[in-house]
């Protein structure tokens, strides 16, 4: 990314007097993992691009709370969850947007009855929307034209919260040449990163779950696979990995995506 | 008139047994805690009707959706003449609503080609899961009882239907010989062609004519007081169950309430804490289950479209959701049973996390939604997986101890991994 470009937080900005008209929630992957900083500078590279004046909490923000949820652990989620909504409301944040579909869910369908109410989105419904205003326009030669592309869809974008088109919406832009997997949209098949499954040993069985799913995508001959989640980033890349297949199947974020197709 | 007092017998003895056992099943929902599912009516009736009278979420899977729907619509449509069959029962009347004319007629002859279409579907079914051997038709949860359970079922369907059509051949040759009480009515497109294979005799036709009004009456009054033992119940359940759908996205999970009283005692000093002990968190047993989870159990009808969806259960980990409602229902039956012996439920030892759901099970569990989104019948075996590892985490510390290790980061630096919470803008800054 341009090694100057800043990325204020919401203390900064109020600081001088200033609010976010839009606050990215970067999440503990877009943290930390090493694979999902690159998405997360990706999108802020987006938001910079279009001029959305957004910020970061930095250090202020903690997990949602999600994993511990999932493994049944609801004291601390709950208090994760009422941390947070501490800090967001102290902020008067009003509208989130998320890199992980886990954020996303949990931000937008589980807090509300905790007292903490958002406009919640994920980037993949952010692009889209930027794309319908025609702010962003993936350039005429991008790399991606003529590619075969495939989207994995996330259970907690899709199923979970039935976001099925805006992912697809900013693939169709590309002027790719798109195919689904034989198991998509509300049939998706998990990566196998849910319900906490990203932080334990899988139970024994006869075949790991990522390596499942990517025997779809090995099926449908994508070059491409979009993801839209740092987990099922994680999961995807270690299933080509297993297969042996990193000349042929490449796995990259929407956002990523996007930023290469404009050109940011 | 002694057949006619015979009918009248069997009839009220089949509906008060059915009545029974019907009652016992709603007690046993009742066991189940609250949970408001009232809301909105407009939209659950519409859920209802889309879902379960209009078949939507079969469609998945077109074969089996068209075959269920000639057994479906056959089922609803030809019980309109379980109407006339009960008055002729009654009254010792020859096809009473006759009088209908040509309308009569052809109510008859749809009845006739649905039965048909009944029958041919049964026997497709009955291929499927013996001959075929379709996986998730026979899968290590279905061995024993639920196996022979479904065969059962299809059976006792081709024979009612060939009862059916048999008495239908039989009153169509009086009704041509004629012979007095027989007069002619109806129209009977499929049983004229079994006419050939009746004897000529008025004696014998009246005597396989009674003999397949008969047979046909007493079983589907024994097949309808076999619903309340059997996996079939979903043919009544599928309405209500679909009714009281969750209606939020299924990535939402409930906020347990006792838990928020704690957690915002604990942020805030000031507020006192929670009054009231809260007397178990999460499920160990059915009891802690909602009525809907429990509605869900009995409505199951181990069709295993949940299991073949599972990327568990695909990847051969023992989940199985199916088997997550084969087993709530199970200890249902059990407990409630355990009620009824003692006036009131004594501790037998047994829970359904354990005794009967492994706690491999839950733990393999991705949250994916796909059992939830495959159920035809809108049954959620997710939240009962989640309320079990709620209990084995909250009342047993009980875990994976890569996530007890996991929570132990959250609560000391905010995030699943051993990363300082200072850290977590690093990324801006390279």
Known sequence: ?264 | MISQLLFAIVLIAALLLFYKNASKIYQNIRLGKSVNRFDNPSLRMKTMLLVAFGQKKMFKRPIPALLHLFVYVGFIIINIEMIEIVVDGLFGTHRVLSFFGGIYDFLIASFEILAFTVLISCLIFLIRRNILKLKRLNQAELNNWPKTDANYILIAEILLMSAFLFMNAADLKLQSLPAEHYTPAGSFPISQYLVTLLPETISSLILIERFSWWFHIVGVLAFMNYLPISKHLHILLAFPNTYFSNLDPKGKFENMESVTAEVKAMLDPSLPPPSGEVSRFGVKDVQDLTWKNLLDAYTCTECGRCTAACPANITGKLLSPRKIMMDTRDRLEEVGKNIDKNKTYIDDGKSLIDSFIRREEIWACTSCNACVEQCPVNINPLEIIMGLRQYAIMEESQAPSSINNMLGNLENNGAPWKYAQADRANWTQN
């Open chain 1, 1 to 264: 990314m341009e090694n100057n470009l800043h990325i204020p937080t919401v203390a900064e900005l109020l600081a001088n007097g200033e609010s976010p008209a839009l606050l990215f929630w970067v999440g503990c992957a877009g943290s930390f993992d090493e694979r999902a900083k690159r998405i997360t500078r990706d999108i802020c590279k987006i938001l910079h691009h279009v001029g959305i004046k957004f910020a970061i909490l930095g250090t202020e923000e903690s997990c949602t709370g999600d994993p511990a949820k999932r493994a049944g652990n609801e004291f601390v989620f709950q208090m994760q969850a009422m941390m947070n909504i501490q800090v967001l409301d102290g902020y008067e944040i009003k509208k989130i947007v998320t890199a992980c579909p886990h954020c996303f869910n949990t931000l937008k369908n589980e807090y509300p009855s905790l007292g903490g109410h958002y406009e919640v989105i994920h980037h993949t419904q952010l692009i889209q929307s930027l794309i319908d205003e025609g702010k962003l326009k993936p350039s005429d030669g991008n790399e991606f034209k003529g590619k075969k592309i495939t989207y994995h869809d996330p259970c907690y974008l899709g199923r979970a919260n039935e976001v099925y088109e805006a992912p697809r919406k900013v693939l169709e832009a590309l002027d790719a040449d798109l195919v689904e997997l034989k198991r998509c949209r509300s049939n998706g098949l998990c990566c196998g990163a849910g319900g906490a499954q990203m932080f334990k040993e899988p139970e024994s069985g006869k075949k790991d779950i990522n390596v499942e799913r990517i025997e779809d995508v090995i099926e449908s001959n994508a070059n491409i696979v979009a993801a839209a989640c740092p987990f099922c980033m994680t999961m995807l890349r270690d299933g080509v990995k297993v297969k042996e297949k990193e000349q042929e199947i490449q796995v990259l974020d929407i956002a990523e995506i996007t930023v290469r197709a404009n050109k940011l």
